[in-house]
């Protein structure tokens, strides 16, 4: 199986995970403008290990079904998103090696991400996420058993620490040796959550250090990108080349940070791009998908003249026409 994080290309420019944002439309979206690999919302692996789940392939559409319909929409995705890498929660070893076996036999994405940094209240609070960090042992247990599970490559999306920025100084070699391919390390600790500015010096310092234990590993970098300049620029200090920059939150409303062509005649073209992103939602979800493309809508519309009154009619949108119509009064 080709190890889709080992590339002549450097800096890979990734799609991070983001619950409620990356779904199957927003990641075609980013791949049309240039991300090199896109990554699913946070999926529980108990979820898939318990439910009886069933893939249907039609044309390039890869439809799941099961009793957890949450679940299995969260695992639908079209073959133009790809390189896809599926991304797991949870704190069982047993439950991540039964939902890696049934993901590489029937869903056959590109990857295969262990969520080690979320520092959601709801997902810590089950002890899981961000919460591996203080328990080294159970997150090199959860590697070794998604790994002797699949042929994908493995990664695992963390954190500095969990307190302290040096924590993953100790974490990640203990990762590496336990057979990950790729670490996408956020620049911030747990008790930071997204607040203080992100740190890249330990991120770097990882780089240095995997090339004395392990050939062929990836060291994304992840936390504060704002333009896709930002990321080439931050992908490397002195002679250290990280392999790539995961982009999150920058990305809502602004799918073309992956390209470095920007947008010309805003106005003209930023409708159409919109246009492009509620169609797609509409098409993966059906009428529901532009209720979700509210939230999506907002950030588009961000410093418009008169953006206020569009916002309060970004959040009622139900139809593509809605949509329509506000695009009609972007100036």
């Not at 994080?5 to 990356?22: C, D, H």
């Not at 869903?107 to 080294?136: E, F, Q, T, Y």
């Not at 250090?209 to 490397?236: C, M, R, T, W």
Request: a positive charge.
């Amino acid at each position: 199986m080709k190890n889709i994080w080992i590339s002549k290309k450097k800096p890979l420019l990734v799609l991070a995970p983001m619950a409620g944002y990356t779904d199957s439309a927003f990641r075609m979206l980013c791949r049309e403008y240039g991300a090199d690999i896109t990554m699913t919302e946070l999926i529980s692996a108990d979820a898939i290990a318990y439910g009886k789940l069933k893939v249907h392939k039609v044309d390039k559409v890869h439809k799941v079904e099961g009793k957890n319909q949450n679940t299995a929409e969260l695992l639908n995705f079209d073959d133009r998103e790809k390189p896809l890498v599926v991304q797991l929660f949870g704190k069982y070893p047993e439950k991540f090696a039964l939902a890696a076996k049934w993901i590489t036999e029937e869903l056959k994405p590109d990857g295969i991400d262990i969520n080690m940094g979320c520092p959601a209240r709801k997902v810590v609070g089950s002890d899981h996420g961000a919460a591996l960090l203080k328990d080294h042992d159970l997150a090199v247990k959860i590697v070794k058993a998604v790994k002797e599970n699949t042929n994908l490559p493995v990664s695992v999306k963390t954190r500095l620490g969990w307190e302290r920025d040096d924590e993953i100084l100790e974490f990640a070699p203990k990762l590496i040796e336990a057979g990950v391919d790729a670490l996408i390390i956020h620049g911030r600790t747990y008790k930071d959550g997204f607040k203080n500015v992100s740190r890249w010096e330990n991120i770097y310092k990882i780089k240095d250090l995997s090339l004395k234990i392990k050939d062929k590993i990836a060291i994304i970098g992840n936390g504060d990108i704002h333009s896709y300049e930002e990321a080439i620029e931050k992908s490397k200090s002195g002679d250290i080349q990280l392999d790539g920059v995961a982009i999150g939150r920058a990305s809502f409303g602004c799918p073309e940070i992956f390209s470095p062509k920007k947008l010309s005649a805003i106005s003209y073209q930023l409708p159409g791009l919109i246009l492009r992103h509620a169609t797609l939602n509409y098409e993966t979800k059906g009428e529901h998908g532009i209720i979700e493309f509210r939230k999506h809508l907002l950030s588009y519309l961000k410093g418009f003249a008169g953006a206020k009154e569009l916002r309060v009619q970004a959040v009622k949108i139900k139809t593509l026409e809605d949509v329509v119509s506000i695009l009609k009064n972007i100036q």
